[in-house]
């Protein structure tokens, strides 16, 4: 794969050396420039996929370049750095475009997560994952987790599926796992080749067609060489179509007599290629109702629904929420001995996990980051995105210093505002929730913003 681009802009030479080098040696490609101007000259000549900003620059503030480089490349992911956290510093950022916000000094590892987290979101803005061989290892642990009867059902099915050639639907909401039950499927399905997917909805109509047939050299303007498609790539592996429900018509019947005829063309040939690639599909979307009503053919939805795997909601199983909570600690806490006390993982279970797993391992990963110790609480996430839909910044609860106390008075700041931000800036709501007097609250907020000048 193509290296990552990691641009630093900040004026402290050191940092810039010690980023510059711990990063380098991930794989990265780094660039890095001392000021706002020469950061964005760079931006100007290269794609970069990472950004990591200071916000106080020599020659500007770091929040007014984020347009700039936005400008040159929509898909950089800029990591804010400041070393005056506040809560309306933190918004800033966000509004004018930062993906994620960490305070100085650095810690290493918030920073880490942070360009992990950048890097992955660029893999999944690219709809397209060719989860290679090298990846295959982490299939190794790959595991149902949660105890109910319903798990139960699914391994039954996952064994049914590994059993066969023939396609597999798997439905659910987005997050329940369907991605990672296909892989399932593929491991127990001992197939030599790779697992690869393909996101019908992320991509436009002829680019899926080429991803899916490949082509011929020469076939249009641009296909300099010949290119073999993902049912040709998974051959003896595993394809996913991801979203199915969100493909073309015309494609539709395509994948219908490829299914049947088990024979694909790349665009622009005229050979026929046999293709033995397991076809499982997966979609969010209420794909009957599709079907009944002609916006997804009836036929290859009967061809598909053969073997079907419904994955529940979080909601639907609400009693392997505490097991699956602390799951996803322990596979994230890398043998430390963090914890989610008791009385947490229960609370877990009323919330309503819009995101399933996916949200319920962000909550854990982003609670695990913030925690100061080994005792981690999501209630302090969820508090402030349970309720914060309408202003949809993430994390904005600045991480807590490491290794030092925070003055009581900073606390109540840091929780007052939080609460005001949970509550869309409804000064009058976040006094009733505080049980505060209105006057009360408004004459701490006015001495916040004196503070920050
Ligand atoms: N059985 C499972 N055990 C552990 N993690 C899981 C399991 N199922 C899903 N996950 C995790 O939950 C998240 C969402 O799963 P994913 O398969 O991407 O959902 P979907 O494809 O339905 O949107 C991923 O981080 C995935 O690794
Ligand atoms: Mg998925």
């Known amino acids: 794969m193509k290296k990552r681009s990691l641009l630093i802009i900040d004026d402290d030479q050191h940092f810039l050396m010690a980023l510059g080098d711990h990063f380098g040696m991930s794989g990265m490609e780094i660039y890095k420039a001392t000021t706002g101007k020469e950061g964005l000259q760079i931006c100007k000549k290269k794609l970069m996929d990472v950004v990591i900003l200071d916000q106080k620059l020599p020659d500007v503030d770091g929040d007014s370049i984020c347009k700039d480089i936005l400008s040159y490349n929509d ?88 059993g066969t050639d023939s396609p597999v639907l798997i439905t659910g909401e987005t997050g329940t796992g369907k991605t990672y039950v296909a892989r399932l499927i593929h491991k127990k399905s001992g197939r030599k080749g790779p697992f690869v997917t393909i996101n019908c909805a992320a991509l436009p109509e002829n680019l899926i067609e080429e991803e899916l047939f490949g082509h011929k050299k020469g076939a249009f303007t641009g296909a300099v060489k010949d290119k073999r498609g993902l049912f040709e790539v998974a051959d003896e592996g595993t394809l996913l179509l991801d979203e199915i429900g969100d493909m073309p018509l015309l494609l539709q019947s395509k994948l219908l007599s490829v299914i049947d005829e088990k024979k694909i063309r790349r665009l622009g040939d005229v050979v026929y290629r046999p293709t033995g690639a397991r076809i499982i599909a997966a979609t969010n979307v209420d794909i009957e109702g599709r079907a009944a009503a002609n916006a997804f053919r009836k036929d290859l939805y009967y061809r598909l629904n053969v073997l079907r795997i419904h994955l529940p909601s979080l909601r639907e199983r609400k009693e392997d929420i505490p097991e699956v909570a602390d799951y996803f600690l322990k596979e994230m806490s890398k043998g430390k001995p963090f914890r989610i006390p008791e009385e947490e993982l229960k609370g877990l279970m009323d919330y309503s996990w819009e995101g399933n797993l ?88 006015n001495s916040y913003k004196a503070q920050t000048g």
């Open 75 to 162: 898909k950089s992911k800029i990591i804010f750095c400041t070393a005056y956290p506040s809560f309306e510093s933190a918004e800033r950022a966000l509004n004018a475009g930062a993906y994620w916000y960490v305070s100085k000094p650095v810690d290493l590892r918030e920073l880490t997560f942070a360009i992990k987290k950048s890097l992955r979101e660029l893999e999944l803005e690219k709809g397209l994952e060719d989860l290679s061989y090298a990846r295959e290892k982490e299939f190794e642990e790959l595991e149902l987790i949660g105890s109910s009867g319903l798990k139960r059902e699914l391994d039954r099915l996952i064994e049914l599926a590994a």
């Open 358 to 445: 996916r949200e319920l391992r962000n909550v854990i990963e982003r609670a695990m980051i913030i925690s100061d110790g080994l005792v981690v609480r999501p209630s302090r996430i969820l508090n402030i995105s349970a309720r914060s839909k309408e202003v949809s910044l993430p994390s904005v609860a600045p991480p807590e210093p490491v290794g030092q106390t925070i003055k009581l008075k900073d606390l109540e700041k840091r929780y007052i505002l939080n609460v005001l931000h949970a509550n869309g800036g409804n000064v009058s709501k976040t006094a009733r929730d505080l049980g505060l007097s209105l006057s009360t609250l408004k004459r701490r907020l």
